[in-house]
């Protein structure tokens, strides 16, 4: 079962449930970092803002089942973003989540995040192959990085790419922080809270009690958007799953890793309560298709043990995160026929330091200015032929995995988004949905959308 390290020791916030219907200028369905982040900034603008969360705090969510790295090194993107867009378009990725990261930790205590250097590593021919494509893409885009063999890992590397002095976090206490900055701005939060449908054309949205939210604009900030809004290409997320654990270990490391090689792993150490945890993870597979999960912990463990001559880890977590096919998340007004709906989504696994660049271009466009990153994220961008190839392949992995739940899983409780066949996961006992990804807990219950309503388990 799930037990992510980053949600012992730190205290859930105590706040409120909604019990009233209420009216705002500004709704934010989803208090995970992004959304916390988006109320902070509108509510220092004096924007009128209600953030609803599901959970019975802030911070339960993906957020808190990351691996806390708050880099703009997110794995091997500058790359793969010169495939798709122009050079400035690329370098604006990198300045707006620099940019992002550096004026939010204006605003954190020291204890919070720690300055480490960011890795890529490789230790397979193909791993530096991608390694010497990702310093040709710094070098085009004036990154600052440096190649080097000099690690603290236990294993030699043959060869790393370095970025100096980023930032590592405690995802929960990071995203407690600004929660209770926003609400010290004047921003309502309450817990507790799931938002079940929304009826756009009058503004308002119902909650799982029956209670009504009017809003002048709404900000979808859950991760994965919930329900089918007009505009919102929900095929054109894939979903990725990736296991996590953690171990305590006698020193802490002063960089964060991640290697290129075809079998990536992560790396990186946390002190919690004056104790060091190596944290170690990897293995990727699509979202709601693996029923035996507890083999990729296995593996994880087996090697974590191995490499670093640790102990059985403590703590074993898994998570999921949408993809774009572009790489570029889905931050903005979902379109322009809908300028009161805002999305952010699609941070394939980078969506902390995704989250600050998203809170930023809402909020600036809720309040009629402009931001560097505005036009690259937004969710109306139209780059439909470069990327058909990409979107192809997800969109036929969905129709083939649906059609094979529908034999495989005659028994399985469907999805109450779409209906399609939910596949049970063995490791983290959970129901997983392939279409969209969501998932419920072994009572059926919701615990990641777009579902809003528990299933239907006989
Ligand atoms: C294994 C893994 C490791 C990662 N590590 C990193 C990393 O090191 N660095 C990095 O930058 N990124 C990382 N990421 C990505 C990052 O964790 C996520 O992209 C980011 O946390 C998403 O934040 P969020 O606020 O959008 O979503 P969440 O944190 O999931 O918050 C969404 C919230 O919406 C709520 N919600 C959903 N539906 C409703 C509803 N109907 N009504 C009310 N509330 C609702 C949920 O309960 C949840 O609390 C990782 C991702 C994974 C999967």
């Not at 590397?157 to 407690?176: S, Y």
Request: with cysteine.
């Amino acid at each position: 079962m799930q037990n992510s390290l980053w949600l012992y020791g730190a205290e859930p916030l105590s706040l409120n449930t909604l019990s009233s219907s209420l009216n705002c200028d500004v709704c934010i369905v989803g208090g995970g970092l992004t959304g916390v982040y988006t109320a902070y900034l509108l509510a220092k603008k004096g924007v009128d803002v209600v953030l609803l969360e599901a959970n019975s705090s802030v911070a339960f969510g993906t957020t808190a089942h990351s691996t806390g790295k708050l880099t703009p090194q997110h794995g091997t993107v500058f790359q793969q973003l010169l495939t798709t867009f122009n050079e400035d378009e690329a370098r604006t990725y990198y300045k707006a989540n620099v940019s992002a990261i550096e004026q939010a930790l204006k605003h954190v205590t020291v204890d919070i995040f720690q300055r480490a250097d960011s890795y890529l590593y490789a230790t397979t021919e193909q791993g530096v192959d991608s390694i010497k494509k990702e310093l040709e893409a710094y070098k085009k885009l004036g990154i600052p990085g440096v190649e080097t063999k000099d690690t603290e890992l236990p294993f030699e590397v043959n060869t790393a790419l370095k970025m100096e002095n980023t930032t590592q976090i405690h995802p929960t206490k990071f995203t407690n922080h600004f929660a209770k900055l926003a609400i010290k701005e004047g921003a309502k939060f309450f817990v507790n809270t799931r938002v079940t449908k929304l009826i756009i054309e009058e503004n308002r949205l119902i909650t799982e009690s029956e209670l009504e939210v009017s809003f002048k604009s709404i900000v979808l900030a859950t991760h994965y958007p919930i329900e089918a809004v007009k505009g919102l290409h929900l095929a054109k997320l894939s979903i990725d799953r990736s296991y996590l654990m953690a171990t305590k270990t006698s020193e802490l490391l002063k960089g964060q890793y991640l290697s290129t090689d075809n079998t990536s792993r992560t790396i990186r150490t946390a002190l919690i309560e004056n104790q060091p945890y190596l944290i170690f993870g990897g293995s990727s597979h699509i979202a709601g298709v693996v029923q035996n999960t507890q083999t990729y912990y296995e593996t994880l463990e087996k090697e974590m043990i191995a490499t670093f001559d640790l102990s059985k880890p403590e703590f074993l977590w898994s998570a999921q995160d949408p993809n774009t096919a572009d790489y570029i998340p889905y931050v903005g007004r979902i379109s322009a026929s809908e300028p009161r709906i805002y999305i952010a989504t699609g941070y394939r696994k980078w969506g902390l330091s995704n989250s600050l660049v998203a809170g930023e271009i809402i909020s600036t466009e809720i309040t009629s200015g402009k931001h560097i990153a505005q036009h690259l994220y937004s969710p109306s961008r139209n780059l439909f032929g470069k990327t058909f190839m990409r979107m192809l392949k997800a969109i036929g992995f969905t129709v083939s995995s649906l059609a094979e739940g529908y034999l495989m899983r005659i028994e399985a409780p469907k999805c109450t988004h779409l209906g399609c066949k939910t596949q049970w996961n063995e490791g983290d006992e959970t129901w997983d949905c392939p279409c969209h990804g969501s998932r419920y807990d072994k009572f059926g219950n919701v615990i990641e959308g777009p579902a809003v309503y528990p299933l239907k388990l006989e």
